[in-house]
């Protein structure tokens, strides 16, 4: 299958800090790529949908000012968290699909916690 | 929107076991697919199967779009088949091909 990656996998930041995460599809041009927060025992809530080169679209009640995404090339993608506070700690998942590839595939997750 | 159950929602075997897991769905979908989730987080693609019956190893899974439901099969259970597993719908959308992912079903295999 393909491959997608995340990073950081984890990171600790302070309160009113940033905090980018990256996801890159390395074996293939991901023409699409989601974003998803998963809360501890729970199931995965898609929070964005980005298309290489156009302005993310938002799900419902997800911030667009706070969760900024960037899909700037067919293999990157980012999600910044911007002023962060302790409620936006969650697990985070991207993913990458493409009219190539039927399937969509998940990176491994970057865990926040914010302190 | 649409509403992804998932039945049992925990599930403990002994190793060696064999079970089935359930996912229901309430409106037409144009493809669906399997996930297991291992204990670091990682969803690892078992199978997309809009339709029809797949297997895989000791994995199989059956998906009847015309009743909204689809099965995984897992036969002879190991422990490294713990983790939660997830079905994940995908409906075309305005936005694109958005999955919606069901509640999980937590499996514990044990020895």
């Known amino acids: 299958g393909a491959v997608v990656s995340q990073h950081p996998s984890r990171v600790i930041c302070k309160s009113g800090t940033s905090v980018k995460i990256e996801c890159r599809s390395l074996d293939f041009q991901a023409t699409t790529m989601f974003w998803y927060r998963q809360f501890p025992k729970k199931s995965l809530m898609l929070m964005a949908t980005?298309?290489?080169?156009?302005?993310?679209?938002?799900e419902q009640g997800v911030e667009k000012d706070k969760f900024l995404i960037n899909h700037a090339s067919l293999t990157l993608s980012t999600l910044t968290v911007t002023s962060a506070h302790p409620e936006d700690s969650s697990f985070y998942i991207c993913s990458a699909g493409s009219i190539m590839v039927y399937e969509q595939y998940f990176g491994p997750g970057t865990r926040l916690t914010v302190t | 929107g649409i509403q992804v159950e998932q039945s049992p929602p925990d599930l403990i075997l002994q190793e060696g076991a064999n079970s089935t897991l359930r996912c229901n769905f309430s409106d037409s979908v144009n493809n669906l697919q399997w996930f297991h989730q291992n204990p670091w987080g990682q969803l690892i693609n078992l199978f997309y199967?809009?339709?029809g019956t797949k297997q895989n190893g000791r994995l199989s899974a059956t998906t009847v779009a015309t009743e909204r439901y689809s099965l995984l099969y897992i036969s002879s259970s190991q422990t490294t088949d713990s983790g939660v597993y997830f079905c994940a719908v995908e409906q075309v959308t305005g936005g694109g091909n958005k999955l919606t992912f069901g509640t999980g079903t937590q499996l514990k295999v044990e020895l």
């Open positions: 199967i809009p339709s």
């Open positions: 980005s298309n290489e080169g156009s302005k993310a679209t938002y």
